[in-house]
C-alpha cells in the first residue's frame, strides 16, 4: 500500500506571496492532518480535516488554511508568506477523526527569502 | 514551561547498548503517548503506541508511561547504527481536538 505522497517535495518563495502545498494519503484514510516543523518550535499542529471539514485547528494565523476534497486528498494554502514561515510542513493521514495512530508523508520543504 | 520537554541531545552510544529516551510533560491531561523516528529529510515514523500507564513492547523497543509522575520512556535493545535518527515522542488528549503534541526530539547516535 502507498505511503502518504506531499507535492513539491521542495519550494521556494519570496517574502509576501501565497504557496498551496498537496497531501494525498493512505489509500482508506479519511482524515488529513497538517504539522509546522522548525528548528526551534518543533512539530507544531495546524489543523486536521475529515470528511471534507476542517474538524481541529492549532494555534496559528488565518494566513494558514487548508480544503480538503471528496477523494481525501488535502491542500494547504499559506498566504502572505512570512521569513518565519519557512519549514518542513507535514501531512500526517489516519483512518478516524483524532486517531492517535498517524502515518506522515516526507513533508514539503518551504524556504521563503 | 512548555506542554513537552524533551533532551534534544545529541545521545551517542556505542553499538549494542541500550538506550533510553525520555520525555517529561504538564498536562495530565494527555491519555496517548506515542514514539516516532525521524531519518533526517524524512517524515516522522510512528514506532510505538501507548494507551495511559505502563509498559508495552515490540522487538528491540520497549515504551513506559508513568503518568503519576508525567514520564514516558523508550528504550531501545541492542542498538543499531540504522537507529541513528531523531526519536520524537508525541501526546494526545482524550478526544483529541488539539492534535498530538510533540517534543522536540532527541538526536541519537550509534556508534559503529
Known amino acids: 500500500k502507498a505511503g502518504v505522497t506531499q507535492t513539491p517535495r521542495y519550494l521556494i518563495k519570496t517574502r509576501g506571496q501565497q504557496v498551496t502545498l498537496s497531501c494525498s494519503p493512505i489509500s482508506g484514510h479519511r482524515s488529513v492532518s497538517w504539522y509546522q516543523q522548525t528548528p526551534g518550535q518543533g512539530l507544531q499542529f495546524l489543523f486536521e480535516y475529515f470528511s471534507e471539514t476542517q474538524r481541529n485547528k492549532g494555534n496559528f494565523p488565518g494566513r494558514f488554511s487548508g480544503r480538503q476534497f471528496s477523494n481525501s486528498r488535502s491542500e494547504m494554502n499559506v498566504s502572505t508568506l512570512e521569513l518565519g514561515d519557512s519549514a518542513l510542513y507535514l501531512c500526517a493521514s489516519s483512518f478516524v477523526l483524532a486517531a492517535d495512530t498517524q502515518y506522515f508523508g516526507p513533508g514539503t520543504r518551504l524556504t521563503v527569502l | 514551561q512548555k506542554e513537552v520537554e524533551q533532551d534534544p541531545g545529541p545521545l551517542s552510544v556505542p553499538e549494542g547498548a541500550i538506550v533510553s529516551l525520555n520525555c517529561t510533560y504538564s498536562?495530565?491531561?494527555?491519555?496517548?503517548f506515542m514514539w516516532y523516528r525521524q531519518y533526517s529529510r524524512k517524515g516522522p515514523e510512528l514506532l510505538m503506541y501507548?494507551?495511559?500507564?505502563g509498559n508495552k513492547e515490540d522487538g528491540r523497543f520497549t515504551a513506559q508511561v508513568d503518568k503519576s509522575s508525567k514520564y514516558i520512556s523508550l528504550f531501545i535493545r541492542d542498538s543499531q547504527p540504522s537507529d541513528s535518527a531523531t526519536y520524537l515522542c508525541a501526546m494526545r488528549v482524550g478526544g483529541g481536538a488539539d492534535g498530538l503534541t510533540f517534543g522536540k526530539g532527541t538526536h541519537l547516535i550509534i556508534q559503529p
Open positions: 501507548t494507551y495511559s500507564s
Open positions: 498536562n495530565s491531561a494527555f491519555q496517548y
